[in-house]
Nanobody, 123 residues
Framework: QVQLVESGGGLVQAGGSLRLSCAASGRTFSSSAMGWFRQAPGKEREFVAA????????YYADSVKGRFTISRDNAKNTVYLQMNSLKPEDTAVYYCALTHLTIATIDSNYAYWGQGTQVTVSS
């Protein structure tokens, strides 16, 4: 069983930065790809970023490319999402998730999910 716990969310002004963390329990983390998704009020959950088990490849939604960076530390069982140049439209609950696939951008391909952390960007 895998448990994922996100942290690092909060309130930030537009143009600011936040770093989200996702701590994982279980032995499969270091051999699994990880992803970040977000869901804004009244909207469907959407893909943000994903990273392969080794950290060698990363994928990003077009809306965050160049502003967000996903990374991982397998020794700490943690995946990160560095968010820079934040915009009000980035406001959402952010979720980390684990997939048994090599990489995935579709939420139905993820087997385990965290409880989410709120990110609010004020204008």
């Amino acid at each position: 069983q895998v448990q994922l716990v996100e942290s690092g969310g909060g309130l930030v002004q537009a143009g600011g930065s936040l770093r989200l963390s996702c701590a994982a329990s279980g032995r499969t983390f270091s051999s699994s790809a990880m992803g970040w998704f977000r869901q804004a009020p009244g909207k469907e959950r959407e893909f943000v970023a994903a990273i392969t088990w080794s950290g060698g490849s990363q994928y990003y939604a077009d809306s965050v490319k160049g502003r967000f960076t996903i990374s991982r530390d397998n020794a700490k069982n943690t995946v990160y999402l560095q968010m820079n140049s934040l915009k009000p439209e980035d406001t959402a609950v952010y979720y980390c998730a684990l997939t048994h696939l090599t990489i995935a951008t579709i939420d139905s391909n993820y087997a385990y999910w965290g409880q989410g952390t709120q990110v609010t960007v004020s204008s």
